[in-house]
């Protein structure tokens, strides 16, 4: 009596070709597909219905949560390095709490909308409030010269940005994972 006890699963059958068995199916809506009806899609394997549904159908953003998320990102950008450049206090770990703080806003104004449009715009956003502090703590030299902010772009010190920035960018994309 060997084996008695065991049961044989079924393998599941092709939602479109009942003739044909498979391990596989979609990732959506989970129907089993044999090898011939499988699409591949941006996230994985989908049926043909699936992936002919609309960006909005499959998740992606509205017009108005992207629009809201970006401009969210841009005013806490302005804000946050406008502060941390009147601080004077940009280095790695201010640039990594910017960078949250406006992948947070986007994240909230989004209403907590996931889409990489709106990660990369936080991120792009992040990058540009920390292109704000550079400025904003350089002015406090400049004492009338408009020609100061100009000369402030074009003189630093990229080397010493560049953590910095991907700090910030890494900031605003790591909020929208946790």
Known sequence: MRGAGRRRVATARCF?????ETNVSCGRCERPLCPDCVRHGPTGVR??????????????????QTGRGIGAAFGAAVVGGAVLGWLGFVNVVTALVLGFAVGSAAFVA?????????????????????????????????QGDPGHVVRILINVSYWEFVLPAIAAIVGAILRFLL
């Open 16 to 20: 479109y070709h009942p003739d044909r």
């Open 47 to 64: 049926c043909e219905e699936c992936l002919s549904l609309s960006p909005r159908e499959r998740g992606a953003a509205s017009r108005e």
């Open 110 to 142: 989004s209403r907590r909308h996931r889409d990489v449009t709106i990660q990369g715009a936080a991120g792009a956003m992040a990058l540009f409030g920390l292109l704000v502090a550079v400025v904003m703590g350089s002015l406090s030299g400049a």
